[in-house]
């Protein structure tokens, strides 16, 4: 099916390991994003990739990195995980809904929870 | 300073009946509007959008409605079924900016 897959689902660290959560899309869209959720908050922007080559922060970026590896994919990376970064982190695609719209409108991964201890 | 607000964390409502979500947001410059279904364990799935040169937008039981000079839009279920139970998110976007801005999400329990 169509859509943005995000690996890994589950994921628990220890304070100070490093980690990477992949992402990738099928659906050609230029635009890619990565978010947090924390429990009764809605989703915060980390990083975004606007097009391949490009990457810009968002809003909450400190502790992560990113890269735009091509078209189909956006990786976040974690160099020293810190139990602050204890969330679940969606990774979303940006295309067009039905032109009667003209919405730009988020495809999300079904999402990655990670524990930090 | 949160752009996007959802102030009413939860609402429940009875099978048939309407639900009616709020949102208000503060920048002006957000020029399109769109509602997010979420199920636990699952990403969030777009619903409905409204252009903010437009007061309202329909799409079968599902409406939402866009008062500009007050801030606000809401939407709304009718009638209302036990599948609608799910976390709802408000989220704006300034597409020349290209970024969307989230609410809180309020959980909406729809009792049979």
């Known amino acids: 099916n169509a859509g943005v897959t995000q690996t890994p689902k589950f994921q628990v660290l220890k304070t100070g390991q490093s980690m990477t959560l992949q992402c990738a899309q099928d659906?050609?869209?230029?635009?890619m994003y990565w978010y947090r959720q924390d429990p009764g908050m809605g989703l915060r922007l980390i990083y975004y990739?606007?097009?391949?080559?490009?990457?810009d922060k968002g809003e909450v970026p400190n502790g992560y990195n990113v890269s735009r590896l091509n078209k189909r994919e956006f990786s976040l990376r974690l160099e020293s995980a810190a139990p602050s970064q204890t969330s679940v982190y969606f990774c979303?695609?940006?295309?067009?809904?039905?032109?009667?719209?003209?919405?730009?409108?988020?495809?999300f991964g079904a999402g990655s929870r990670l524990t930090v201890l | 300073d949160q752009q996007v607000k959802q102030n009413s964390p939860s609402l429940s409502v009875q099978e048939g009946r309407i639900s009616i979500l709020n949102c208000d947001y503060t920048n002006s410059m957000f020029d399109y509007f769109l509602w997010y279904k979420k199920y636990p364990a699952e990403g969030p799935t777009f619903l409905i959008s409204i252009s903010s040169i437009k007061d309202k937008n329909e799409d079968g039981r599902f409406t939402v409605f866009l008062n500009k000079s007050a801030k606000h839009l809401s939407l709304h279920i009718v009638p209302s079924q036990p599948g609608d139970s799910a976390v709802y998110f408000c989220?704006?976007?300034?597409?020349?900016?290209?970024?969307?801005?989230f609410g809180d999400g309020t959980t909406l329990t729809v009792k049979p």
């Open positions: 659906m050609n869209h230029n635009s």
């Open positions: 989220a704006a976007l300034w597409t020349n900016a290209g970024k969307s801005t």
């Open positions: 990739s606007a097009s391949e080559g490009t990457t």
């Open positions: 979303a695609s940006r295309g067009l809904a039905g032109a009667s719209s003209g919405a730009n409108v988020l495809t």
